[in-house]
């Protein structure tokens, strides 16, 4: 069967990197295929927010740089919390720049990036020497790497031949390229003609995912979990303010509330897309 047709435990079964293998073990464990992105400025906020959503998710996605009062205290919470509630960490790093440059933006600064996120992400732009880079870094702990492939604001230029760049990439690098954020399932593009198909497992984490609104003011554009996972076959729905609100202050009921609705709308449209 197709990759898409698989359950997550099957292809848990196959994954040779030790990020994709435990993310798609923490999905079929806990029955949720729901990353809630956490996008909030102080970390009495930040740490509430993730303790109530820990039991639906299988992955936190964290922008730690916007945290304004951050300290090294916040990274040791934030990992009670993932061994409390059985997540992974997804820092949504967006790295850019030269190989030598990430290496350092990855394991060094303030953030230390490496040291405690499962997941971390990359532009493709620069070519595959940011891989090589990230990888020097990452591969020796484990580490798994997602290339943005596609994006989910309106004009994005992370389209057509771009995408299927960012997939050879991925391709040629498959000891730590574990997949792609993206809008879609990205098996066998970028293939030329005198390529076969490979037998190849990339996973799809797709933002952009929210029931009750269309986008934002700033070029966000929404879909559905059901859009996303059945339609366009993407594995994992990233969903920050249709979870927490636009007022981070929301209480904790109301964010368990809609946590718990966007882990079952998911769950749903995986199960009707494989058949069971
Ligand atoms: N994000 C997107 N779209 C993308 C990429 C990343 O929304 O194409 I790449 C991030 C931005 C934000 C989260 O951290 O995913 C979505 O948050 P909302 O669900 O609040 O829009």
């Known amino acids: 069967a197709s990759v898409a047709m698989q359950t ?3 292809r848990a079964a196959k994954q040779t990197n030790p990020a994709a293998r435990a993310l798609l073990e923490t999905i079929e464990r806990k029955r949720t295929n729901l990353c809630v992105s956490v996008d909030v400025t102080k970390q009495a906020d930040f740490l509430r927010i993730i303790d109530t959503v820990g039991p639906y998710i299988c992955l ?3 922008h730690v740089d916007v945290i304004e009062d951050f300290d090294s205290s916040v990274i040791d919470r934030l990992q009670e919390l993932s061994a409390k509630h059985d997540f992974l960490i997804f820092e949504d790093r967006k790295f850019a720049d030269i190989g030598n440059t990430v290496a350092l933006q990855y394991s ?3 953030y230390k990036i490496a040291s405690w996120s499962h997941i971390t992400n990359a532009h493709p732009v620069p070519g595959p020497s940011i891989i090589s880079g990230l990888s020097s870094v990452g591969v020796p702990l484990g580490r798994g790497l997602l290339l943005l492939a596609e994006m989910s604001t309106k004009g994005s230029l992370a389209t057509g031949s771009y995408t299927e760049e960012a997939v050879r990439m991925a391709r ?12 879609h399932r990205m098996d066998g593009v970028g293939l030329r003609e005198d390529e076969s198909s490979p037998d190849e497992d990339f996973l799809v984490l797709t933002p952009g995912v929210g029931l009750d609104a269309k986008g934002d003011a700033m070029g966000q554009q929404y879909r559905t979990p059901r859009e996303v996972v059945l339609e366009s076959g993407c594995d994992v729905i990233i969903v920050g303010r249709g979870v927490y609100g636009k007022d981070n202050a929301a209480d904790p009921d109301a964010v368990r509330v809609q946590a718990e609705r966007y882990r079952a709308e998911g769950w749903k449209a995986y199960q009707e897309r494989v058949g069971i």
């Open 60 to 62: 936190v996605k964290t």
């Open 172 to 183: 040629a690098n498959r000891d730590f390229v574990i997949g792609f954020i993206a809008q």
């Open 108 to 110: 060094s600064g303030v």
């Open 8 to 10: 997550y435990a099957q």
